[in-house]
Nanobody, 125 residues
C-alpha cells in the first residue's frame, strides 16, 4: 500500500511558476511509476506527466510539454512537478498517482492504483 499527499498548490499569475510535491509513504515506493493528473471544474481528469521508477524515462501531455518537468527523489520518497510559464488553462486540482512499474509509462488513470487527495492550482490572467 502507498499513501500519497500533494502539496505546493496555490494562486499564481499567468507566466509564473509553481512546484508541486507529492510525498509518498508505504513500502517499495522506488518500484512505482508515478504520474500527475489534473481535473478542472466540469471537465474530465486529464493526464499531465509520468515518470518511471528509475527516473530515467518521462512522458508528458502535449499541452504541458516544454513547460512542466516531472522528477523524483526516491531517497526522499517524493515526486515533483515543476510548472513554468503557467497559463490560465492550467487551473485545476492536481493529483499525484502511483502504479506498479511497467514496460511503458501510461497516460490512462486506470493504470494507477494509488492517488493523493489533490492540490488546487489557480492561475490568474
Amino acid at each position: 500500500q502507498v499513501q500519497l499527499v500533494e502539496s505546493g498548490g496555490g494562486l499564481v499569475q499567468a507566466g509564473g511558476s509553481l512546484r508541486l510535491s507529492c510525498a509518498a509513504s508505504g513500502r517499495t515506493f522506488s518500484t512505482y511509476d508515478m504520474g500527475w493528473f489534473r481535473q478542472a471544474p466540469g471537465k474530465e481528469r486529464e493526464f499531465v506527466a509520468a515518470i518511471s521508477w528509475t527516473g530515467g524515462t518521462t512522458y508528458y501531455s502535449d499541452s504541458v510539454k516544454g513547460r512542466f518537468t516531472i522528477s523524483r527523489d526516491n531517497a526522499k520518497n517524493t515526486v515533483y512537478l515543476q510548472m513554468n510559464s503557467l497559463k490560465s488553462e492550467d487551473t485545476a486540482v492536481y493529483y499525484c498517482a502511483a502504479g506498479p512499474a511497467g514496460w511503458v509509462l501510461s497516460r490512462t488513470a486506470a493504470r494507477y492504483d494509488y492517488w493523493g487527495q489533490g492540490t488546487q492550482v489557480t492561475v490568474s490572467s
